[in-house]
């Protein structure tokens, strides 16, 4: 049967975010690391932290197929997206309903997608940040349930705002999973 604390990250590739669930794990462990990449860099810090990995480089389709086994083998009972750059399909979020965060580098519901540091560069905005939310059928759009402020400094060009967002994302996604799994 399938624990909610039981959880399996997915990555695409180097897993900075997954290293910091693993690392600062409460009330939750990370039992899986799966990729749609068999040479994402993230698998080897996964298997260097103790961590089971699963990869597969197929159609979403058949991935995701093989996927659920694995995720039953593990029982795991929460996915969390980690720089997981496949979108996963209606069938797969629906089977998971519920059990499914992601990490986003933007301050919900403002910019979506990709390219957000840019973007957010582009809008003269003075603060932006990381949010996690429940994953659902339309991009970045279901529940929040946690967010960071990052303010943009004079001088921000889209590197240096990601690499301060990205070490607000490695605090808040923690200890966003580990009050969403004690719910």
Request: charged share 25%.
């Amino acid at each position: 049967m399938a624990d909610r604390r039981r959880v399996a990250v997915l990555i695409s590739g180097r897993g900075s975010n997954m290293r910091a669930l693993i690392e600062a794990a409460d009330g939750y462990e990370v039992v899986l690391v799966a990729s749609n990449r068999i040479h994402a860099p993230g698998l080897d810090a996964a298997r260097g932290l103790g961590v089971p990995t699963f990869a597969f480089e197929a159609g979403r389709d058949a991935f995701e197929a093989a996927l659920q086994r694995a995720l039953d083998d593990h029982r795991i009972g929460t996915i969390a997206l980690a720089g997981y750059m496949r979108i996963l399909s209606p069938g797969f979020i629906a089977r998971w309903r519920g059990r499914i965060v992601n990490i986003h580098p933007s301050l919900l519901p403002r910019h979506k997608g990709l390219d957000t540091h840019r973007r957010v560069l582009a809008a003269g905005e003075t603060v932006t940040g990381c949010t996690v939310h429940l994953v659902n059928e339309d991009l970045d759009s279901g529940d929040v349930l946690a967010q960071a402020e990052v303010p943009v400094e004079p001088g921000d060009d889209a590197t240096r705002l990601a690499a301060r967002v990205l070490n607000a994302e490695h605090v808040l996604y923690p200890k966003a999973l580990s009050e969403f799994v004690s719910r």
